[in-house]
């Protein structure tokens, strides 16, 4: 018996679960390439805004589905880690997941908060605008993009540490721990 077919009791993440983790994934990739474009566009240009528009809603979206990826978790604990990860591992892998959980929460209210302090109302892709917050100290939104531009980096590190991780478990170790989270093949032997 392989280590993927041993996950068939139980191991893998929900539908759910995974289809929230590689949309968050896709759309992280999305906004940091968004958030590069838009750093190189020529300011109050109309490519800018543009790029902007879409930096931010997608950075909205990120913050949803981390609300409601939290809330499902709390409701469906996630699997037991295999018993092959030791200590300093599943310790790792536990820290990993905490820190990418806050870090995209952070980033998005923290884009948001330079945003609404500076007056500016944010648009989620034209459809809905959340109005600017009132008039308050100005320290707020230099401290909202600082803690924004900052989290870029541990977004980078979080997630490199994250990608390296899940290789190593399917292409070194070859213990099944990468399966857990990848969707559904036909065949395969996963979850029904």
Excluded: C
């Amino acid at each position: 018996m392989t280590a993927v077919e041993t996950l068939a009791g139980g191991g893998r993440y929900g539908r759910v679960a995974r289809a929230i983790h590689w949309l968050i994934g896709a759309f992280a990739v999305m906004v940091v390439a968004l958030g590069w474009a838009s750093g190189s566009a020529p300011h109050n240009s109309p490519a800018r805004d543009g790029l902007l528009l879409l930096h931010r809603s997608v950075g909205l979206a990120i913050l949803g589905l981390m609300v409601v990826r939290a809330l499902w978790r709390w409701r469906h604990p996630p699997p037991v880690p295999p018993s092959a990860l030791g200590r300093a591992e599943t310790a790792l892998v536990r820290l990993t997941h905490f820190g990418l959980y806050l870090i995209f929460l952070v980033m998005p209210i923290a884009g948001y908060l330079n945003a609404a302090a500076a007056g500016h109302a944010v648009s989620f892709f034209g459809l809905v605008s959340i109005p600017p917050l009132p008039a308050i100290n100005q320290r707020v939104p230099q401290l909202a993009i600082a803690v924004h531009l900052l989290g870029q980096y541990a977004v980078y590190g979080l997630v490199s540490l994250h990608v390296i991780g899940a290789l190593y478990h399917g292409i070194v170790r070859r213990d099944g721990v990468l399966e857990r989270m990848l969707p559904h093949r036909r065949g395969a032997g996963f979850d029904s």
